[in-house]
């Protein structure tokens, strides 16, 4: 066994677990990133952007750092900043799950929430936080990292999260990932697809508008961006071989699933690519070639106890559906 003695040295090289379908022609594989030590693949954003600020200076011991986030790289920075000596303090909305927010707080970071009322241009609520962030850091000397616009974001998993795919499955046909920010499968993606001849899918929920400015409300948290807000540049959609949609209802009840009859506690990112794979390969021909996809499990669903787990807030919702369920029963045996 091998002994590490920094808990950035436990981010990244997460596992790959195989899980069986009814198609015999495709072999279906899942990049476990919820076992990184803060539970997500923003571990690695993280990591990244801190790591590139201390190398130029601009983070320097004792400093505070203000980040604008849904959850899971707030997380990955509060726990970061308790290593590495850092004060951190995360500017979130009223739709941040509150179980991200509980585990912010348990690291030693703060919670400072924004209003659209913040805003009397009537600004999208996204951009009010990472106006907020960056406001925030001036006054107060601190640093703002910027996961949306800085390109050490994606270039950290283009080194990182990319590299391993091909380590662990040489061969992939497909890589499937969702998008927020988009630095993740972009920067993953790049790697992958100079090196291989992978194609890249990725996933927004159904409202977002990452592809189109017609998006609407949806709930789930983490991948998508609004309509009306401003896009972020770390989002490379030349990478991309196809986009598609995922509902909530769609994700929510693949989380479910796969909880229940897999022992496999997933988040909101992951059951839209556990539900799409099976959507996508049901529509494919069965042939004699062997095909591989790997998905990107972005988080654990420990963090969505509050609402995909929660049968009072899914039924309120109107979000069971037991034919989703069913299918689900059918393809995943």
């Known amino acids: 066994m091998i002994i590490k003695s920094n808990l950035d040295e436990l981010i990244g090289h997460t596992p790959i677990l195989e899980i069986k379908t009814a198609r015999k022609d495709w072999k279906l594989y899942l990049k476990l990133e919820y076992f990184n030590p803060a539970g997500s693949f923003k571990d690695r954003t993280a990591k990244s952007l801190m790591d590139a600020a201390e190398k130029s200076g601009k983070l320097k011991k004792g400093m505070e750092i203000f980040e604008s986030s849904s959850g899971n790289t707030a997380k990955a920075l509060a726990m970061l900043s308790a290593v590495r000596g850092y004060k951190f303090t995360a500017i979130v909305d009223k739709h941040a799950p509150i179980d991200k927010l509980r585990s912010i707080t348990a690291y030693g970071g703060k919670l400072y929430y924004c209003t659209d009322e913040q805003d009397p241009k009537g600004g999208h609520l996204v951009d009010v936080r990472r106006k907020t962030a960056k406001r925030l850091a001036e006054e107060r000397n601190g640093i703002n990292l910027d996961q949306y616009d800085n390109p050490e974001n994606p270039n950290g998993y283009y080194h990182t999260l990319g590299k391993e795919i091909l380590e662990q499955i040489p061969d992939v046909d497909y890589l499937v990932g969702t998008i927020g920010t988009g630095s993740s499968l972009s920067g993953s993606g790049k790697y992958v697809k100079e090196h291989s001849k992978t194609k890249i899918i990725a996933l927004e929920p ?128």
């Open 206 to 333: 159904k409202g977002s508008s990452h592809f189109s400015p017609h998006g609407h409300g949806y709930f789930i948290s983490g991948p998508g961006y609004p309509a009306g807000a401003i896009p972020p540049k770390n989002m490379n959609a030349s990478i991309f071989d196809k986009h598609d949609y995922v509902a909530d209802k769609e994700a929510f009840n693949t989380m479910r699933f796969f909880a229940e009859n897999k022992g496999l506690l997933v988040g909101d990112s992951s059951g839209m690519t556990l539900y799409y794979a099976m959507r996508f390969i049901k529509n494919e021909p069965e042939t004699d070639e062997v095909k591989k996809m790997i998905l990107i499990i972005g988080d654990s669903g420990e963090s969505y106890l509050t609402h995909a787990f929660d049968d009072n807030w899914m039924n309120e919702k109107g979000f069971i559906d037991e034919n989703i369920t069913n299918e689900l029963r059918e393809f995943y045996i």
